[in-house]
């Protein structure tokens, strides 16, 4: 087996399984969060980019993948151009809290607040890719 940096893929510690099609974004699917115990690694369908890696030789952002007419949605870009390229995006296993968030962060201030009950744009481009296919092993 080829070892993590030889693979390509996009490592998280944040992700999530869809329901398809997508109508509910950030309260539907199987959640795999970053604060949360996630027992063992999985294929996922969207992940966050806020812990998120991988080799620029294996995956390469380009600013045409970012759409204008959807801000604020940088987990779901990179989840459609990894279903586009066929790259599987694997949440790792870690223990509960061993990422800590900020003390200087306001948790109403996150993206998640401000859209988990008008997620209608991120629905609209998850649904662009008509499959959603877990591409690991």
């Known amino acids: 087996m080829r070892s ?5 893929e ?9 329901e398809t099609p997508v109508t509910r974004y950030y309260l539907s699917g199987r959640k795999f969060h970053w604060f949360h115990a996630v027992p063992e690694d999985a294929c996922v369908h969207v992940g966050g980019t806020g812990v998120m890696a991988f080799l620029i030789g294996h995956f390469r952002p380009t600013p045409g993948m970012f759409l204008r007419e959807f801000p604020l949605m940088a987990d779901v870009h990179v989840a459609v151009e990894a279903q586009r390229q066929r790259i599987p995006i694997r949440a ?7 990422i800590r968030p900020s003390a200087r962060l306001d948790p109403g201030a996150s993206i998640f607040a401000a859209f ?3 997620d209608a744009l991120q629905v609209e481009r998850l649904n662009h890719v008509l499959e959603w296919s877990l591409h690991g092993d």
Do not use: V
């Open 92 to 98: 790792l296993r870690h223990p509960p809290a061993w």
């Open 116 to 118: 988990k009950d008008r």
């Open 4 to 8: 993590r940096g030889e693979r390509r």
């Open 10 to 18: 996009i490592l998280t510690y944040h992700g999530r399984l869809l």
